[in-house]
C-alpha cells in the first residue's frame, strides 16, 4: 500500500526508533533543566518523559501509581490511534 519495499520498512521503523530514543534523551534533560518552559512546542517525542516529570511533581502519595497511570494513558492513544487509522483503511480511507 505505501510502495515502501521490505528493506525500506526496516530502515523507517531504525530512523523511527532512533528519533524515539534521541526525543527521549533530550526531553528528559530538558525536564531537568525546565520543565515548565520545556512543555510548550517540543518536538513530539519529546514530551513524554516532560510530562511524567510534570506528574511526578504534582503526585505526592503514590507517585509510582500516577506515573505508570501516565504511561498507560499514553499506551491507550497509541493503540487508540492504530485501531481507529486500521479501520479507517478497512473502510477505504485512504
Same mark, same amino acid.
Do not use: Y
Given at each position: 500500500?505505501?510502495?515502501?519495499s521490505l528493506h525500506g520498512v526496516t530502515l523507517?521503523?531504525?530512523?523511527?526508533?532512533?528519533?524515539?530514543?534521541?526525543?527521549?534523551?533530550? *526531553?528528559? !534533560?530538558? =525536564? &531537568? !533543566?525546565?520543565?515548565?518552559?520545556? +512543555?510548550?512546542?517540543?518536538?513530539?517525542?519529546?514530551? =513524554? @518523559? +516532560?510530562?511524567?516529570? !510534570?506528574?511526578?511533581?504534582?503526585?505526592?502519595?503514590? @507517585?509510582?501509581? =500516577?506515573?505508570? +497511570?501516565?504511561? *498507560?494513558?499514553?499506551?491507550?492513544?497509541?493503540?487508540? =490511534?492504530?485501531?481507529? &487509522? *486500521?479501520?479507517?483503511?478497512?473502510? *477505504?480511507?485512504?
Open positions: 500500500m505505501t510502495g515502501i523507517v521503523l531504525v530512523l523511527f526508533g532512533v528519533g524515539l530514543t534521541l526525543g527521549n534523551t533530550l *526531553g528528559g !534533560r530538558l =525536564a &531537568d !533543566r525546565a520543565l515548565m518552559p520545556s +512543555l510548550m512546542g517540543i518536538l513530539a517525542f519529546a514530551t =513524554a @518523559p +516532560l510530562l511524567q516529570m !510534570r506528574v511526578l511533581e504534582k503526585v505526592h502519595v503514590a @507517585p509510582n501509581l =500516577a506515573s505508570t +497511570l501516565n504511561i *498507560g494513558a499514553f499506551n491507550i492513544g497509541n493503540a487508540g =490511534a492504530a485501531w481507529l &487509522d *486500521g479501520a479507517v483503511i478497512t473502510h *477505504g480511507g485512504g
